[in-house]
């Protein structure tokens, strides 16, 4: 059964957070924890995938930039994939910005604590009125 964009955004968040967690091994490669993630290839995850590791320079110095005293890399692994996420998405995808951040949203909800949630939601709104709608 196909999967619904939510589902595909939480295995993005899976696949991204294994990464974090594990690129400085040497034996680490992303096309296999996609492939240990996913039944099925898909495109959606490994455009997200890829384009958030290929612009991950950019996506956290914009994140940073929007952080009141604090930085992507303080903020827990699972919290900084959503959030990388939505950033790529909102920067390099047609998606919808308001369905960029309501998806970051929930994942925060089930994955991260009230305040890194709030920490996304806060970024997500200022790339959007500042880097997006300037």
């Known amino acids: 059964m196909a999967k619904t964009r939510s589902e595909l955004r939480e295995k993005c968040m899976i696949i991204l957070y294994q990464w974090d967690l594990f690129k400085k091994s040497p034996n680490t490669n992303i096309d296999e924890i996609i492939k240990d993630n996913m039944e099925i290839e898909n495109d959606f995850v490994k455009d997200i995938v890829y384009g958030v ?21 303080r903020i827990d692994k699972t919290g900084a994939s959503i959030l990388r996420m939505g950033i790529f998405e909102l920067l390099y995808t047609d998606t919808p910005d308001i369905v960029v951040i309501n998806e970051a949203i929930e994942l925060a909800k089930k994955y991260s604590d009230d305040n890194v949630r709030k920490i996304i939601n806060a970024v997500l709104d200022k790339v959007t009125k500042n880097e997006i709608n300037e």
């Open 53 to 73: 590791i290929t612009y991950q320079n950019t996506i956290d110095e914009i994140a940073n930039k929007y952080m009141k005293d604090w930085e992507i890399s």
